[in-house]
């Protein structure tokens, strides 16, 4: 089946750890983004890539890295820097093109204790 | 800044009735206006979208939303909406002149409806 996976569905890390969402698809789109989505306040862009090598900053970078160096995986690190990490995160593809929708995977619950 | 307004944050039906969503956006160019739905415990996936011509566009499941350019709204609306219809929607946007594949996504409004 065609999709986005994302491991681990719930994760729980102790404050000043730096921890990695895995992110792959098997759809073959050259885009890739990752949300954080907090009760009320929507979908927030953390960071996309719209091709292999290359990311760019999305509305609330900081504190998080990414890294894209095959087209199926957009890792996301949540550093220590980031000062409310407890959240629901989703990551998403796409064709690449503004015609086209988004496929979401199915989220990682964060709790940073 | 751009941003999208979903003024209904949280609305219950009882199954039946009608239902009608906002969506209003803060962008004078053109767009391209989507909305989504996160069912409980599912995927979010995408509901309905629209690109240009027609400004009342038909989704799945019965959906329709109606763009009106002058009033920079893209409503969401079902004639009777069920049970299965409870979920999380949201409204996004992107930008045609802006270059990028970005969406501004609004706040959502949870929808609740009563068997």
């Known amino acids: 089946d065609g999709g986005i996976t994302q491991s681990p569905k719930y994760l729980f890390r102790k404050e000043g750890q730096n921890v990695t969402l895995s992110c792959e698809q098997n759809?073959?789109?050259?885009?890739m983004y990752w949300y954080r989505q907090d009760p009320g306040q929507g979908l927030r862009l953390i960071y996309y890539?719209?091709?292999?090598?290359?990311?760019q900053k999305g509305d609330i970078a900081e504190g998080y890295s990414v890294s894209r160096e095959k087209k199926e995986s957009f890792p996301l690190t949540v550093t220590s820097a980031q000062k409310n990490p407890t959240a629901f995160y989703l990551c998403?593809?796409?064709?690449?093109?503004?015609?086209?929708?988004?496929?979401f995977g199915p989220g990682t619950r964060l709790t940073v204790t | 800044a751009q941003s999208v307004s979903q003024h209904n944050h949280h609305v219950i039906l009882s199954e039946a009735a009608s239902l009608e969503l906002g969506c209003n956006y803060s962008?004078?160019?053109?767009?391209?206006l989507f909305w989504y739905v996160q069912y409980p415990g599912q995927h979010l996936q995408l509901l309905l979208k629209?690109?240009?011509?027609?400004?009342l566009v038909k989704g799945i499941k019965g959906f329709e939303a109606e763009f009106i350019k002058s009033k920079f709204s893209f409503n969401l609306r079902k004639p009777s909406v069920q049970w299965s219809d409870t979920a999380e929607y949201f409204c996004?946007?992107?930008?045609?002149?802006?270059?990028?594949?970005?969406?501004?996504f609004g706040t959502g409004t949870r929808l609740k409806v009563l068997a």
């Open positions: 759809l073959n789109h050259d885009a």
């Open positions: 890539s719209q091709i292999v090598n290359d990311f």
């Open positions: 996004a946007v992107i930008p045609t002149t802006s270059g990028t594949y970005k969406y501004i």
């Open positions: 629209y690109f240009s011509g027609d400004p």
């Open positions: 962008y004078g160019g053109t767009v391209n």
């Open positions: 998403a593809s796409s064709t690449g093109t503004i015609a086209y929708e988004q496929y």
